[in-house]
């Protein structure tokens, strides 16, 4: 089985050729982004401190018998040095301290290793701790939304990718090694996602003064077309292990449709994008007993406004999306139970409690999220409100986050 599993993954690297950079679904506060060029030359030879804080507060108010609801406030501190090893290179070495509000001790204390080569302007290879939980810009049904606060370090491989037509994010996340003869198993994630540019007209138009010739007026508009598709199989199993326990692997699949209408001043930094997308899920699961899947159709529909200022490094934004769910026992390892199928507990084989033994396997959800975020000089704000209204059941899911995020860096010599 695992054979057969790595030949599919590399075959699907090898076909996929599109993902998107945009995230209809996620405050852009929370993603991390690699070193440009000029930051490995900036910080070529020097050793410096990275600072990475966050606040948070998350509550989920769950009526559907999918999940049950949670609230939890903590604190995530990740001190990481950084030394620039040449024009292409940087090593990192830190450490990943999660700590939330009512426990002794802290939930979670890890370290951090990351060596990033950038061989050339589109290709970066990072080895040990990745660019991972929201920064691979996966949807809710591909990636729940508290795996920033409960699963936020991913460690292993990836490769990063990025044209002026396509880009891309694949990456091995080794979530648990087995040690030989133990009572556990293994578990990875691998994954693939791309972004194939199709179509840009963006244009700016300039007006200039008659008497002076002055730019008095700089507006951007037009439309952008692209197409995203990812891969991704999370493994559970492992030749050692001393339970008798199944190996399971679940994929998902994901192609679909992007586009956005983008209008602004570039003057004042005040931008308007309107966009749509018309993604198709696809779900299969393979262990002993069971072989079973199934898809999902998720188009929406949605609204941002920003206003920066670039020289300052504040400004705002806001983001309201609005979609329609129509899942057919669909199910990802990774994604949020608000889009799941009644079969999934099966598939994970948890007894079903009898309000789930009454819902369906075919999920019919309106969904709706508001989102703003608000950037100072070094700090971000992020306050963002999800609704998952099940048209079947009429009952309506909850979700609820707020975010502070400072991130700086102090150059030590």
């Known amino acids: ?164 037509r396509w880009c891309s994010d694949t990456w091995l996340d080794w979530t648990h090694y087995l040690t030989p003869w133990t009572p556990d198993q293994e578990r990875f994630t691998m994954g693939t ?14 007006a200039h003064d008659a008497e002076d010739g002055h730019i008095v007026k700089s507006t951007i508009r037009g439309w952008e077309i692209t197409l995203p598709a990812h891969f991704i199989a999370s493994h559970r199993g492992g030749e050692v292990k001393t339970i008798d326990t199944n190996t399971v692997t679940t994929f998902n699949e994901c192609i679909g449709l992007h586009a956005y209408y983008l209008w602004g001043n570039n003057i004042q930094s005040k931008y308007h994008l309107l966009a749509f997308d018309l993604p198709f899920y696809f779900y299969h699961l393979e262990d002993h007993t069971l072989d079973h899947g199934g898809n999902a159709l998720y188009p929406t529909v949605a609204y941002e406004y920003h206003r920066l200022n670039p020289d300052e490094r504040r400004g705002w934004s806001l983001r309201a999306v609005a979609g329609y769910w129509h899942g057919d026992h669909y199910f990802s390892a990774m994604g949020s139970p608000q889009f799941w199928s009644a079969n999934a507990y099966s598939a994970l084989h948890i007894p079903p409690t ?11 959800i309106v969904t709706f999220s508001i989102a703003y975020e608000h950037q100072f000089k070094g700090l971000n704000l992020g306050l963002q409100a999800d609704f998952y209204h099940d048209l079947d059941l009429g009952k309506t899911d909850l979700l609820v986050g707020f975010y502070m995020r400072f991130k700086e860096r102090f150059i030590l010599f």
């Open 193 to 206: 996602k791309h972004t194939l540019l199709i179509f840009n007209n963006k244009k700016n138009f300039i």
């Open 354 to 364: 009898t309000t789930l033994a009454e819902a369906t396997d075919i999920r019919n």
């Open 1 to 164: 089985m695992k054979r057969h599993f790595f030949i599919l993954a590399i075959a699907m690297v090898a076909v996929f050729s599109a993902a998107a950079q945009y995230n209809s679904t996620t405050l852009s506060m929370l993603g991390d982004q690699p070193p440009t060029d000029s930051d490995l030359v900036h910080n070529c030879r020097h050793l410096s401190l990275d600072v990475d804080a966050n606040g948070f507060f998350l509550d989920a108010e769950y009526a559907t018998p999918f999940a049950k609801g949670y609230s939890v406030a903590g604190f995530r501190l990740s001190p990481t040095l950084v030394y620039g090893i040449n024009e292409r290179a940087q090593l990192s070495v830190g450490l990943n301290a999660s700590a939330f509000a009512g426990l002794d001790s802290l939930y979670r204390l890890r370290p951090t290793l990351s060596l990033l080569y950038k061989p050339t302007r589109w290709l970066t290879l990072v080895a040990g701790t990745l660019y991972g939980s929201h920064t691979h810009r996966l949807d809710a049904p591909v990636y729940d939304p508290s795996g920033w606060i409960f699963n936020y370090q991913e460690d292993g491989l990836q490769i990063l990718t990025r044209t002026n």
